[in-house]
């Protein structure tokens, strides 16, 4: 079956990394995704790796890929007040059909 | 704007009544997706469209949800006899495939946001 899960709340101090955890169940995926959305606005793509690759580095986003465990990870370096917002980890196919989203996690930061 | 626009953005009607949303896709994009997103959950896939067909609906949209893409470009998404729990913000998303593969992933509109009373 297609399930997405990630933990709801994640709470960091400002200049940390922030690691945000997910896990899917359908090997079949073709890409993963990391989406954002702040309170009242849309998702914006932060970024998105394909199935076959192990790792994906863009600035301050570091994603990681353990297809055997069907496992993703997004980290953000030095954590910024404006990285406060909700990310949603999904699955897509090569055939352009859905996308299945989790139910996103919350990222909170301190001072 | 080579964004996907959506209109309109809010939307606040009585139980009962029948509301319609429009979606204006990336001009180049032949795929429009429609997904519905409750408080506190992700986007759930309703259904989408490669041109004017319609190739796959979510088992989500029951029979009082309609959608059309009748020229290939924008997209109507019409909900009648709407209830309480049809409260949400509907998004809309569009892509580029040929050959059945994706060329580039989906990008998503602002949504509209239903409130049902």
């Known amino acids: 079956g297609e399930d997405v899960e990630q933990s709801l709340f994640l709470s960091v101090r400002e200049g940390d990394s922030s690691v945000i955890n997910c896990t899917y169940t359908d090997s079949s995926s073709t890409y993963l995704y990391w989406y954002k959305q702040e309170p009242g606005a849309g998702l914006q793509l932060l970024t998105y790796?394909?199935?076959?690759?192990d790792m994906k580095q863009d600035q301050r986003l570091t994603v990681l890929l353990n297809k055997k465990d069907k496992h993703l990870s997004l980290r953000i370096a030095d954590t910024q007040t404006g990285d406060s917002a909700i990310y949603f980890c999904a699955e897509g196919y090569s055939s352009a059909s859905k996308i299945i989203f989790g139910s996103g996690t919350r990222l909170s930061i301190r001072p | 704007d080579t964004g996907v626009s959506q209109n309109p953005r809010h939307k606040i009607t009585k139980r009962g009544q029948n509301v319609t949303f429009r979606c204006d896709p990336i001009?180049?994009?032949?795929?429009l997706y429609w997904y519905r997103q409750t408080l506190g959950q992700g986007p759930e896939f309703l259904t989408y469209f490669q041109n004017e067909a319609q190739l796959e609906k979510s088992r989500l949209l029951s029979d009082r949800f309609s959608a059309e893409r009748p020229k290939g470009s924008f997209s109507t998404l019409e909900i009648q006899r709407t209830e309480q729990g049809d409260s949400a913000m509907y998004l809309c998303?569009?892509?580029?495939?040929?050959?059945?593969?994706?060329?580039?992933?989906?990008?998503f509109g602002p949504g509209t946001r239903l409130t049902v009373l």
């Open positions: 001009s180049e994009h032949n795929r």
């Open positions: 998303a569009s892509s580029l495939a040929l050959g059945g593969r994706a060329l580039d992933t989906q990008y």
């Open positions: 790796i394909f199935s076959n690759m």
